[in-house]
């Protein structure tokens, strides 16, 4: 291996070579980094909204009871 001549046209070839995959992965991580972003926001706001909805006394307020359910005029009819 050592006796071998490595020309500069090879040589140079193997740089653009290794450029372009250098610039192809920084794209990628461009793009995961923009996805990331896009979910990771409104993760706060969205376990602030479970914590809400999870109790009865949150930020200083207390949420009234749920209303029972609506009694239907009618009973439902199975069609036959």
């Known amino acids: ?27 990628d991580l461009g793009a995961l980094t923009v996805i990331v972003r896009r979910f990771s926001q409104p993760l706060p706001t969205i376990r602030a909204r479970d914590a809400e909805f999870r109790e009865n006394y949150f930020w200083r307020r207390e ?3 749920a209303a ?12 036959a």
């Open 1 to 27: 291996m050592p006796d071998e001549r490595v020309s500069l046209e090879h040589l140079a070839r193997q740089i653009r070579g290794m450029r372009d995959d250098v610039h192809a992965l920084k794209d």
């Open 68 to 79: 029972p359910p609506l009694a239907s005029a009618a009973p439902a009819s199975d069609g």
């Open 63 to 65: 949420r009234s009871p």
